[in-house]
């Protein structure tokens, strides 16, 4: 792979100008406030922000529900076995 750091921001949205499927399928891991999320949709480092789903609420053309959360966020690669 080209870079050794993660993307600033990256969504999971295939919709989204921020989405990267190539990061995606590498494995980018999320420590937001010291403990690791699995459930992120979209982060931002430097902003500072996650967006995580709302349990199972759908909108209403049927993408979850999201929640921004602030904090620390901190992105990296998950080791590949």
């Not at 080209?2 to 980018?28: C, K, N, Q, W, Y």
């Not at 904090?71 to 990296?76: D, P, R, T």
Request: charged letters at 35%; a negative charge; aromatic letters at 8%.
């Amino acid at each position: 792979m080209s870079t050794e750091t993660p993307p600033d921001r990256l969504a999971s949205d295939p919709r989204s100008p921020f989405h990267d499927a190539e990061m995606i399928d590498r494995g980018v891991g999320i420590r937001f406030n010291g403990v690791e999320r699995d459930n992120v949709e979209e982060y931002c480092v430097s902003e500072g922000w996650i967006r995580v789903p709302v349990g199972k609420s759908k909108d209403r053309r049927g993408n979850p529900m999201t929640l921004k959360v602030k904090g620390e966020v901190v992105a990296y690669f998950r080791e590949q076995n």
